[in-house]
């Protein structure tokens, strides 16, 4: 698939910018829009934060004209700090929560990717995709999201690590983003299944022949670890021992992912606020 269409939130923070400015190395050579976004809503006290109390017309209008400044600001910067011509920046704001703009958004452009910036610092929820982009993936399941760890600079990487429980998630649509990062970062696809049982069952067995198939034109490589508790700690040390610097899945209801980020953490998951993390909606 072709990236035509990159939607990305933003509250104006660094770490914001970051996820922004990061996209724009990834996707250095592919002529794309970028969609800046910030919403606002009428209990805000201010762009980002909630006093829990509804506020006046002229504070909500004043919340509009701030939005729209600082995302000028924000595409202005951006253009500068760039200056690539493959590259163009729109701007929107809009009133209402984070979930209902970008459910709107996706609906009103054909957006390929949203892109998020990760602020999560405590607990296996947050260290892994930050609060928002959990909401987000559980809701919106018809886009790729990408979460962008704070303060991470962009450097070429040349292996992305699929993690897979065989069940779902192997057919080329799902794995369509996926693919496309591959093809751009010229990056190999190192498939990781945490097996949870000695044997797999059938279809686990048909869809590991399925994702074979998916990643024929791609170059690639599976691996198994036979683990039941722990998968969060497993992923840390693949990625850790071969230096991967990219973390992909697919996301479902009740499947691996889900119950990842549910699980308790034991040792310092700090390397997931330093790997950038694609979530595959489930397309099978």
């Known amino acids: 698939?072709?990236?035509?269409?990159?939607?990305?939130?933003?509250?104006?923070?660094?770490?914001?910018?970051?996820?922004?400015?990061?996209?724009?190395?990834?996707?250095?050579?592919?002529?794309?829009?970028?969609?800046?976004?910030?919403?606002?809503?009428?209990?805000?006290?201010?762009?980002?934060?909630?006093?829990?109390?509804?506020?006046?017309?002229?504070e909500l209008s004043d919340l509009h004209h701030l939005s729209q400044e600082k995302l000028t600001e924000t595409a202005h910067r951006i253009v500068l700090d760039t200056n690539n011509t493959l590259h163009e920046f729109h701007t929107i704001s809009e009133k209402g929560t984070i979930l209902n703009v970008i459910s709107k958004t996706l609906e009103n452009l054909s957006i390929d990717l949203i892109v998020?910036?990760?602020?999560?610092?405590?607990?296996?929820?947050?260290?892994?995709?930050?609060?928002?982009?959990?909401?987000?993936?559980?809701?919106?399941?018809?886009?790729?999201?990408?979460?962008?760890?704070?303060?991470?600079?962009?450097?070429?990487?040349?292996?992305?690590?699929?993690?897979?429980?065989?069940?779902?998630?192997?057919?080329?649509?799902?794995?369509?983003?996926?693919?496309?990062?591959?093809?751009?970062?010229?990056?190999?696809?190192?498939?990781?299944?945490?097996?949870?049982?000695?044997?797999?069952?059938?279809?686990q067995v048909s869809n590991k022949k399925l994702l074979k198939l998916s990643l024929a034109k791609t170059p690639h490589n599976f691996e198994e670890v036979l683990n039941y508790t722990n998968k969060a700690n497993v992923i840390q040390d693949f990625l850790t021992s071969r230096d991967i610097k990219f973390l992909a899945m697919a996301y479902h209801r009740r499947n691996f992912l889900e119950r990842l980020v549910k699980e308790p953490v034991i040792m310092d998951l700090s390397i997931y606020a330093a790997v950038p993390f694609l979530i595959l909606p489930l397309n099978d």
Do not use: W
């Not at 450097?155 to 998630?169: M, Q, Y």
């Open 1 to 58: 698939m072709q990236l035509k269409n990159i939607l990305v939130a933003t509250d104006f923070s660094h770490e914001a910018y970051n996820a922004l400015f990061y996209t724009t190395q990834l996707l250095a050579l592919e002529k794309c829009t970028f969609h800046i976004i910030n919403c606002y809503n009428d209990q805000s006290s201010s762009l980002g934060s909630s006093k829990g109390l509804f506020i006046s017309k002229k």
């Open 116 to 203: 998020m910036g990760n602020k999560g610092q405590t607990g296996a929820k947050e260290l892994f995709m930050g609060s928002n982009t959990i909401q987000i993936a559980k809701t919106i399941t018809q886009c790729p999201i990408l979460a962008i760890p704070k303060e991470i600079a962009y450097t070429p990487f040349d292996d992305i690590a699929f993690v897979t429980d065989f069940k779902k998630g192997c057919t080329r649509s799902t794995l369509s983003m996926l693919l496309t990062i591959s093809k751009i970062a010229k990056a190999a696809i190192n498939v990781l299944h945490i097996k949870e049982s000695e044997i797999m069952t059938h279809k």
